[in-house]
């Protein structure tokens, strides 16, 4: 529970939508709920909603239209939408050589299509509400070229892309749109990866802070951009890499 270190963000009684119940999204429900927000977490594996606080939703943000139907059932359940995390993400570590149509599709189609189709639902809510925080997932492979990470870092560079876009057209009607873009972290989606031998101490030789990152690290820069305090912060991409995308 909230201890009231995070009271200074203002998002008690906020409500929020955070999609994706990974390892980045689990961690930020719980810092939301810390701070005394009401969340809805969406995921379509139900196993990762089961220990969540607050409502959970399992749905699939890959089918069409979901996206506007989840911004409606979020403004029905928690009676209004403030704020919207997007945490949907995959990968295919494999040279762009060996990757298929499909296989380019399904990366593309996971993480850049349904940030899309769910900011755009948000955004046309908030918009007309007059207020609003968006934050998108972004990662250092929306900046960097790293080998066998075709179609996630043009999902990502495209991300970046499309928020900064958003951020242009809604900033007026006060709503912000910014990315957070982590660099090497734990998650459900690199455990396998980083089990490799080799790769962990590959990987953290191109840190300059030494380490790879932790979910909970991630966590109080998404509840910064999501806060009133963050009111002025428009368009921006916050690395968080400890230092990876320095050298």
């Known amino acids: 529970m909230d201890d009231g270190t995070q009271g200074w963000l203002g998002l008690a009684g906020k409500r929020v939508l955070i999609a994706g119940a990974g390892g980045i999204g689990s961690a930020c429900a719980l810092g939301y709920a810390d701070a005394g927000a009401t969340t809805l977490v969406v995921d379509r594996d139900p196993r990762r909603l089961e220990a969540l606080p607050g409502k959970t939703l399992e749905v699939d943000l890959s089918v069409p239209g979901s996206g506007a139907e989840i911004v409606a059932a979020a403004v029905d359940l928690l009676g209004g939408l403030d704020v919207l995390l997007h945490c949907v993400g995959m990968n295919d570590r494999r040279p762009i050589l060996d990757l298929t149509e499909d296989d380019w599709d399904r990366v593309l189609s996971t993480n850049l299509s349904t940030a899309f189709t769910l900011a755009q639902a948000a955004g046309r809510h908030m918009v007309g509400q007059g207020r609003g925080r968006i934050v998108l997932l972004s990662s250092v492979s929306g900046l960097l070229a790293h080998k066998s990470h ?6 990502k560079g495209g991300l970046n892309q499309m928020m900064r876009v958003m951020a242009a057209e809604w900033a007026a009607h006060g709503v912000t749109v910014n990315a957070v873009a982590p660099g090497y972290i734990e998650t459900p989606l690199t455990i ?11 990987l953290v030789r191109l840190v300059p802070a030494g380490r790879l990152g932790t979910p909970e ?9 999501s806060s009133d305090h963050a009111g002025f912060i428009a368009g921006h991409v916050l690395y968080i890499d400890g230092g990876r995308t320095l050298v």
């Not at 075709?150 to 999902?155: E, I, Q, R, V």
């Not at 396998?192 to 590959?202: S, T, V």
């Not at 690290?217 to 951009?225: D, N, R, Y």
């Open 192 to 202: 396998d990866y980083l089990a490799r031998p080799g790769i962990r101490d590959d």
């Open 150 to 155: 075709g179609p996630y870092a043009a999902s």
């Open 217 to 225: 690290e991630v966590v109080g820069p998404v509840l910064f951009l």
